[in-house]
């Protein structure tokens, strides 16, 4: 079992950029890690993941923009996001979790953090 703590978030222009990080409890180096977000009104997504290879995959919506990376030594997730506009306004939340039956089922989730983009 591995708690998740997300830092970062915060209130940026549109066009800015912002950093999240996850910090996990124990060992990350098992696990496949991902960051999801939800928007108001909104189903949540999975915005991007990263394998315990360092296999990286992102939702269309952020590809290009954002950039997931791991560091298992440090046992801390990052989620770069760049050129930032109103609709990546969301609460994100870090989780780390496992492939079944070829989709990503995450299994631990942090508390999420407000990301919010205004003018």
């Known amino acids: 079992q591995v708690q998740l703590v997300e830092s970062g978030g915060g209130l940026v222009q549109p066009g800015g950029s912002l950093r999240l990080s996850c910090a996990a409890s124990?060992?990350?180096?098992?696990?496949?890690m991902g960051w999801y977000r939800q928007a108001p009104g909104k189903q949540r997504e999975l915005v991007a993941r990263?394998?315990?290879?360092?296999?990286?995959i992102y939702a269309g919506s952020v590809s290009g923009r954002f950039t997931i990376s791991r560091d298992n030594a440090k046992n801390t997730v990052l989620l770069q996001m760049s050129s930032l506009k109103s609709e990546d306004t969301a609460v994100y939340y870090c989780?780390?979790?496992?492939?079944?039956?070829?989709?990503?089922?995450?299994?631990?989730w942090g508390q999420g953090t407000q990301v919010t983009v205004s003018s």
């Open positions: 989780t780390a979790g496992w492939i079944t039956s070829g989709s990503y089922d995450p299994r631990y």
């Open positions: 124990g060992s990350i180096f098992i696990y496949h």
């Open positions: 990263i394998s315990t290879g360092g296999i990286t």
